[in-house]
């Protein structure tokens, strides 16, 4: 039980909130212990409990503060916690918004509940799931835009991986689409990393969309 991924729900629905805690509790993989209605009322609970969930289920349009405000204010009292949207908005600035303000995920309400789960997992080796085409919205912020390196100095294959980072693929699916080793995607990444000044895949993934890097 203890290597259980600990996930909490912040949702307004009540259906689809007792629904999302129904299925993760069905898996012997994840655990849903706690859910919010509000994003007001998640932030009071995790400061007071000084919880700090693997996961965050985040919808966008709460009551109150909405998920996009609610990201930064999660990441400050729960850093380590993955924020995974899920929405049904699928507009592209709040695509754009979620991404840049750290969401290592981006989900549909349509998404099964079996998908959902795995988007859980994936989050937690190292992806970034989202639906197809949310991630060719992202790739396409790039392509409408004019892109530059801006000095960070990224080689062309520290580009190329971080633009798969982007479409949300996880190391290992990295390596093998490009034929390198684990070990040197590794590698990369730290460069990448180091080069943006940045600490995580999802600080990196927002940054390459507020700075145009591709």
Known sequence: MNNQIDVIVIEDNELLRDSLKEA????SDINCKHTF??????????????????????DIGLPGMNGIELIPELRKLSP?????IITVHDDDENVFNAICAGAS???????????ILASIIEVMNGGAPMNMHIAKKVLNMFR?????SNGYDLSEREKEILSLLIEGLSKKQIAE??????HTVDSHLR????KLEVHSRSSAIGKAIREKLI
Do not use: M, R
Request: glycine residues 4%; aromatic residues 8%; proline residues 2%.
């Open 37 to 58: 209605s509000s994003g007001e009322a998640a932030l009071d609970f995790i400061a007071k409990e000084e919880l700090v969930p693997d996961i965050i289920l985040l």
């Open 80 to 84: 380590s916690s993955k924020i995974i």
């Open 191 to 194: 460069n990448i990393y180091a």
């Open 24 to 27: 993760i509790n069905k898996s």
């Open 105 to 115: 995920g981006y989900l549909l309400k349509d998404l099964s509940s079996e998908k």
């Open 177 to 182: 689409k490009i034929f390198l080793s684990h």
């Open 144 to 148: 409408d835009q004019n892109v530059k």
